[in-house]
Antibody
């Protein structure tokens, strides 16, 4: 079964660092982009960025560039999203998702999603 | 960035109703558009890619159409499990962007 399993919920204080994970299984992890999506409480979906674990090529949304770091360890089929200094406004659910691209079929979408990691930042 | 808008922001409907949601891109995106369904407390689920192609396993009552800047998602006969929020997402250029969502709830 193709799946992405994310790390558990986190409660942090402003200024702290954090790294959450997303482990892929059931498919060739290095052959597909993995993306991260933010959903603030009661709000919509925001595309943060993607990484290609095969060569660590990374693309960020300008809204998140410099605010987070996306990385991957292909040896353990895991992608990461990290913050060096959290803010209260980082409180949100974060989803990872497999970004499937098949140009011949015009297929470009997040086809497999993780269960989400809730990050709460509060003093 | 390409901006995505959706209308309506919410719609109240009954089981069996036909529901249509519109998505508009701020510039032409050909057919590079996906639709997702999200139920409360759950991760989004891919419904449609390439504007009109049904993802495997998705019921045929869902359909998508459009190209360029204007797109629609149609649910031909609303079922109880379809009450959810629906998002469009452009896949034409980086950064990919989502629409603000349309909530479909029970009338």
């Amino acid at each position: 079964e193709v799946q992405l399993v994310q790390s558990g919920a986190e409660v942090k204080k402003p200024g702290e660092s954090l790294k959450i994970s997303c482990k892929g299984s059931g498919y060739s992890f290095t052959s597909y982009w993995i993306g991260w999506v933010r959903q603030m409480p009661g709000k919509g979906l925001e595309w943060m960025g993607i990484i290609y674990p095969g060569d660590s090529d990374t693309r960020y949304s300008p809204s998140f560039q410099g605010q987070v770091t996306i990385s991957a360890d292909k040896s353990i089929s895991t992608a990461y999203l990290q913050w060096s200094s959290l803010k209260a406004s980082d409180t949100a659910m974060y989803y990872c998702a497999r970004h499937f691209i098949a140009v011949a079929d015009n297929f470009d979408a997040f086809d497999i999603w993780g269960q989400g990691t809730m990050v709460t930042v509060s003093s | 960035d390409i901006q995505m808008t959706q209308s309506p922001s919410s719609v109240s409907a009954s089981v069996g109703d036909r529901v249509t949601i519109t998505c508009r891109a701020s510039q032409g995106i050909s057919s590079w558009l996906a639709w997702y369904q999200q139920k409360p407390g759950k991760a989004p689920k891919l419904l449609i890619y390439a504007a009109s192609s049904l993802q495997s396993g998705v019921p045929s009552r869902f359909s998508g159409s459009g190209s360029g800047t204007d797109f629609t998602l149609t649910i031909s006969s609303l079922q109880p499990e379809d009450f959810a929020t629906y998002y469009c997402q452009q896949a034409n250029s980086f950064p990919r962007t989502f629409g603000p969502g349309t909530k479909v709830d029970i009338k």
